[in-house]
Structures are given as C-alpha cells and as structure tokens.
C-alpha cells in the first residue's frame, strides 16, 4: 500500500542520489549530463525511473493533442524537475505545481544542480493526493 512514508522514504533515495551526482560532477555543467548521470543513480538505488516523460494534458475533461514532457519520473508517484541554473525563479516552482496538479502525482522534487549545495535551493511539494494517503 502506497503511504506518505513510502512516498518520502523514496523522496529521500532521489536527493541522495542527486547528492551523490553533484558530488561527483560539481555544478556548471548542461542539464541533460545531469539528468543522465541522475538516471544511472536512482536506477542504481533499485528506484524505478523513466526520463522526458510525455503525459497527455487533459482540459475538461478533454485529451487535448499536447503533452506534458516530465523530467523524471521516479517510481511512477514522484514528479523530479531538474535545472542547472544561475538563479532559481519562482516560475520553476509554479511549473513543478502545475505538472502535479495536472498528473494526479502525490509529489514533486525541483533539484537545481548549478550551486554549490543542492540541498539549500532543493524545492519538495507535495499535494492533495498526498494528504489523502495514509501516513504508514
């Protein structure tokens, strides 16, 4: 049974893993050399995980033609948004929002890789769905 614990024992495995990668890369690199050294990570924690994932936007009720292209996707429950920038901008978090509310997922990790701790800019949201799962 899925349950807040499961979701954020997970959450947890993900941010050491992209700890583990900023550890060994550093910041000041492309997104996508992140993205791919994350995958190998969180895959080498026994983590289910899929890249540029495209989901069907619903407006409606209607499948409209476009979708959603996620980051990650880390055991089909946790949406993770990764940035290699300057400058963290409140529209980062707006999009990570949007994706969840749009996918139904319980929550969401923005990992920003160009800084020198991870940690300190790490952005976690979780939803209503969330709320609703049972604590353990």
């Known amino acids: 049974m899925i349950t807040q614990k499961y979701i954020n024992e997970i959450s947890f495995k993900i941010i050491g893993c992209a700890i583990e990668v900023h550890k060994q890369l550093g910041p000041g690199l492309l997104e996508s050399v992140y993205e791919t050294c994350l995958i190998d990570e969180i895959r080498n924690a026994g983590l289910d995980v899929q890249s540029q994932v495209n989901f069907p936007i619903s407006y409606k009720g209607k499948e409209l033609g476009s979708n959603l292209k996620l980051d990650l996707?880390?055991?089909?429950?946790?949406?993770?948004?990764?940035?290699?920038?300057?400058?963290?901008?409140?529209l980062y978090k707006a999009q990570l929002l949007s994706y969840l509310k749009l996918t139904g997922m319980?929550?969401?990790?923005?990992?920003?890789?160009n800084s020198n701790n991870i940690k300190k800019q790490l952005v976690s949201m979780v939803t209503e769905e969330f709320a609703n799962l049972p604590p353990e």
């Open 73 to 90: 996707l880390v055991e089909n429950l946790i949406i993770v948004e990764l940035k290699a920038v300057e400058l963290m901008i409140p």
């Open 106 to 113: 319980p929550k969401g990790l923005l990992i920003n890789f």
